[in-house]
C-alpha cells in the first residue's frame, strides 16, 4: 500500500494534523490538513469547496502523491467543517468511507482500496492558550484495506489487511510552547483488533488486545524545500509508546510440502511498542511479557507448547540516501524460555539435559556506507547486487546464550576499514561456562561421538584461557594487517 494512504487516513479522520496556531475556524483547519500532505510531498485537495452558514463542505476530496518515482492518487470523498458557537469546529464526514487508490511506478500500475468505517465517532477541533486541541472519542473505527489489480503478474499475491478499534479516546494538540509545528498525542481504546493475509485467506493472521493505552511526541518542521523523493527527505521526527493489557495472535502460514508449522496461537499478559524516527534513523521495538504459546508443526507428534517471561524484539533502520554512512541496531531478548515436559520427554527421555528456562540476548548497533535508500521507493533495489549497505563498524553491547546448563556472554568492538566484512580490526571478549559439563551430556544422549568431544575439549586451550571449574575466556584481536590472535596466540 502507498505510504500516504494511511497516512492519509489518519490525517483525516482522526485529525492529526500541523500547521500554525490561528483562529479556530473551518477554512484554517482545511490549510492544516493540506500542509500536513505537502510536508509528506503530497498534494490534498478537493473537487469543489462551498462555505456558507459557518460550514464548509469539502466534496471529492483527493490526495496525490508521487514519491521516488512512484504516483499515487487517493479518494476520500466529502467531508463538512462545521464552526460552532463557543468557537470550536466539528468534523463531519459518512459512517463508511471508501478509498480507492492507484499506483504508478514505471510501466507497472497497482490498484488498493480502502474502507474507513465508524460508529459514533466525533472530531471536535479547539484552541487554548494558542495550543490546538483535537478532542477524538468514538465507538468503533475499523480500516480495511486490500491490494487491487496490478499490471505487472510477477507481483506478490494480493494481500489484505484490517485493524479495527473499540472504545477510542484520543487527544491531539498541535503548537505546543510556542512552536507551530510540535505536537503531542494520547491515545487510549478498549480493544485492538487485526486481521492480515492473502485476499484468499484474509485471516492467515488474527490478533486482538485490550486496554490499550499510548503516547506520541514530535515535529513536523520546516517544510521541505526540495520535493521529497523518500523519507530520509522529510523532516519529521516523532517518539511515542503504545502499551496493551493483555493480547492473543494466531497465525496459520502456508506450509509447503508438510514444512513448517501449521498453526501458531499465543497470548500475552501484558506489553509494548515504541518507535522513534529522528534525522538519520527510524526505530521500532515490540515487546511483551508473561507470554505462552503453542505450535502445531506437521511432522510432530504432540503440539509444543513454549512460555517465555520476556520477549521483545527491535530494529534500527538508517534513514540515508546510496552513498552515506548511517547508523542501524538489532535487539532481540527471550528471558526465561520453557519447553513443555511432553517435548523434552521426545528429544531427552533420559533426563541428561538440564531443563531450566532458557535466555537469549542479542544487542548490537553499528554504521553502514548505504548502497540504496531503504526508503526510497519500490525501484531502490531493483539493481542492488548484494547487502544494502557495507558495514563500517559494529558493536556488540551484549551477546548471551543461557541454555541446557551453560552459558556463553560476549562483546566487542570492530571497524570494517575495507569493504570486505571478513577483514575487520578490533577486538571481541567471550566468556563460557559450562560448556564441557554441556559436551558430555551431549556425548551421553549419543548426539556427540566421544573422539569429536575429546578433540573439542583439546583444541578449546588453543583459543580460550580456563579462569576456572568448566569456565573460559578468550579475546579475539583482528588486526589491520589481516592477522588474527586469541588471548595472545596468533591464529592468521
Known sequence: MPKHAFAGAAVLMLSTAGGAVADIDAQTIWSDWQDVYARMGGTLAAGSEDYAGGVLTLTDVTATSTVAGTESVSSYGDFTL?????????????????????STFGDVTQTQTMRLSQEGLTVVVSEDDGVRLYDIDGETLRIEASDGETSDPDLPAPQSFTLGLSGVASEYRSG?????????QEIQADALTVSAGSVEAPDSLSYGATGIEGEITGNYGEMPEEPVESLADSNITYAGELRHAGATLRLEPEVENGQGPSEIEGRSESGRATFEMTGDTLTYLLGTTDNAMTLGLPNFPVPVEVTMAEASSGVTLPLAEAGTEAPFGLDLRLQDLSIDEAVWGLVDPTGQLPRDPATLVVDVDGTAEMSVDLFGGPDAFANLAGPPGELTSLVLNEVLIDALGAVLRGSGDLDFPTPDPTVPVGTIDLALDGGFALIDRLVALGLIPAEQAAFVKGMSGAVAEQVGEDQLESTIEFEADGGISANGLPLR
Open 176 to 184: 505546543l510552547d510556542g512552536d507551530p509545528n510540535a505536537f503531542a
Open 82 to 102: 462545521t464552526e460552532t458557537s463557543n468557537g470550536e469546529v466539528e468534523i463531519g464526514f459518512d459512517d463508511a468511507i471508501k478509498a480507492e487508490t492507484t
